[in-house]
């Protein structure tokens, strides 16, 4: 069973930056692409950022895009999404999650095991 555990979320004020960790338990987050996605309150889970096991393809949404950036330390096994030039757009609910396979994706259905989530929260 793999699980995954957020934390670096908090309360910022615009502009300003956080950096989240995603921990992986288990053998099984080698060898898979891991993601970021959001929840804000009243809307769908969306995707955020995504990297493949090796960190050579990396995809971002739009909104974060040259904002966010997102890494990972496989001997860790962990994934790190840094947010800077926080906007209070931003706030929601961030949850981490190992794909099906070694690529990136961008589609929830392509992940299957997912973290409890973290709080992020932007102050205008």
């Known amino acids: 069973q793999v699980q995954l555990v957020e934390s670096g979320g908090g309360l910022v004020q615009a502009g300003g930056s956080l950096r989240l960790s995603c921990a992986a338990s288990?053998?099984?987050?080698?060898?898979?692409?891991m993601g970021w996605f959001r929840q804000a309150p009243g809307k769908e889970r969306e995707f955020v950022s995504a990297i493949s096991w090796s960190g050579s393809t990396i995809y971002y949404a739009d909104s974060v895009k040259g904002r966010f950036t997102i890494s990972r330390d496989n001997a860790k096994n962990t994934v790190y999404l840094q947010l800077n030039n926080l906007k209070p757009e931003d706030t929601a609910v961030y949850y981490c999650?190992?794909?099906?396979?070694?690529?990136?994706?961008?589609?929830?259905?392509?992940?299957?095991?997912w973290g409890q989530g973290t709080q992020v929260t932007v102050s205008s």
């Open positions: 288990g053998r099984l987050f080698s060898g898979h692409g």
């Open positions: 999650a190992r794909g099906r396979s070694t690529f990136a994706r961008v589609s929830l259905r392509e992940y299957e095991y």
